[in-house]
């Protein structure tokens, strides 16, 4: 299983912290804090779980795992040319580092721009006719100037060939992983490598065998619900006529109307006389 990525370590460390964390775990049955170990999550469980949390755990060593790193890079740092002619890099800013800068860099430059412009211009008079009385002077300073950029050049070849040998002798190699360090990078590193297990992943695995809601697995994604759940109130009831209780309806009648000869006795009418 590989260790995700950890944005606080570098790739290089990556591997000792899974060495680490892996010689935690296996000598857990000598430490009487890591005996839950097999009960409720295995050491499988919690190696997952110790590397899905690798920023949180190294974050618990991160002062010494800075001094470590700082240090490594330091001893790793090749002794560069400009050092080992001028002094450390303290002494750039004396006045005598600011001249052997100029007599290093600049001066070839800036003889050699000299003599090309002096033997060009010189070249050009001396072809007119007559040609004018300074041209042989301008020539004369051209080849001096030439002569000065060829010593130039000279001389910054030997400082680099001495320059080169120096650091050959003095620079710290990297080191491989596993390989032999220098004292000082050898105990920052344990320091980083102490902190990291003390306070970091005994820590982490303590404190999962103790809570029982520890899930081995990565974390479940949120539910999505499909609709909104549902508030603590309600607005009003509306119903429509048909739908709300039933009301009694007012008793409306139309009038009696009944034919003459249908009516009540009251209403009958008188019998016609007969003729004699």
Do not use: C
């Amino acid at each position: 299983m590989h260790m995700k990525s950890a944005p606080h370590l570098l790739t290089e460390d990556r591997a000792e912290y899974e060495r680490i964390l892996d010689e935690a775990l296996r000598t857990a049955h000598d430490r009487p804090d890591l005996a839950g170990i097999g009960q409720r999550l295995n050491t499988e469980q919690l190696r997952t779980m110790a590397l899905n949390a690798t920023a949180l755990i190294a974050a618990a060593a991160a002062a010494e795992y800075d001094h470590f790193v700082t240090v490594r890079a330091d001893a790793r740092r090749p002794v560069g040319v400009i050092d080992s002619v001028l002094g450390p890099p303290d002494e750039v800013g004396g006045p005598g580092a600011g001249a052997g800068v100029v007599v290093t860099v600049l001066a070839p430059v800036l003889a050699g721009t000299a003599a090309v412009i002096f033997l060009l211009v010189g070249y050009v008079l001396k072809a007119l006719d007559p040609p004018p009385a300074f041209a042989d002077s301008l020539l004369a300073a051209g080849w001096f100037f030439g002569a000065v950029t060829a010593a130039s050049i000279l001389a910054a070849a030997i400082g680099l060939l001495i320059a080169a040998r120096r650091n050959s002798a003095t620079q710290v190699p990297a080191q491989e992983p596993g390989g032999d360090l220098p004292d000082e990078v050898a105990r920052a590193r344990e320091a980083w490598r102490h902190a990291l297990l003390e306070r970091g992943i005994l820590p982490f695995l303590r404190e999962a065998l103790a809570d029982p809601e520890a899930d081995p697995h990565p974390a479940a994604p949120p539910r999505h619900f499909g609709r909104l759940p549902k508030v603590g109130y309600s607005g009003p009831e509306f119903s429509s006529p048909s739908e709300g209780e039933a009301r009694p309806r007012p008793a409306f009648t139309s009038p009696d109307f009944t034919s003459p000869d249908f009516g009540g006795p009251e209403h009958r009418p008188d019998p016609e006389p007969q003729p004699d």
